[in-house]
């Protein structure tokens, strides 16, 4: 079993920052891979960011050179998102896929007003 627990998102102007947290307990390792993703209203599902150990960190293009990931020893996954825009708006979630079976935490809302 894996408990994600996401925080750090709130309301922002367009062109602000914030910084999402994902602490991570139970099964995991540093092996397991750890991603940030985001729903807006309406939509699918979408991958932001993902984060392996050993390997260059993967962004999707809307967010390339505005966020960055990192993940610390104790399976903490931050996501620092700077140059926000009103597109960003969505609640955040983090996700991990440990032996097969994929984990999300409740996820944080990130608002940015124009």
């Known amino acids: ?7 750090g998102g709130g309301l922002v102007e367009a062109g602000g920052s914030l910084t999402l947290s994902c602490a ?3 099964s ?3 092996g397991n891979v750890m991603g940030w993703y ?3 209203p309406g939509k699918q599902r979408d991958l932001v ?3 392996a150990s050993g390997s260059a ?8 050179g505005r966020f960055t990931i990192s993940r610390d020893a104790h399976n903490t996954l931050s996501l620092q998102m700077n140059s926000l825009k009103p597109e960003d708006t969505a609640v955040y979630y983090c996700g991990t896929n440990v032996r097969g079976v994929t984990y999300w935490g409740p996820g944080t809302q990130v608002t940015v007003s124009s």
């Open 1 to 7: 079993q894996v408990q994600l627990v996401e925080s």
């Open 49 to 51: 960011a993902l984060h």
């Open 38 to 40: 985001r729903q807006a």
């Open 57 to 64: 960190a993967h962004y999707t293009d809307s967010v390339k």
């Open 24 to 26: 991570a307990s139970g």
């Open 28 to 30: 995991i390792s540093s």
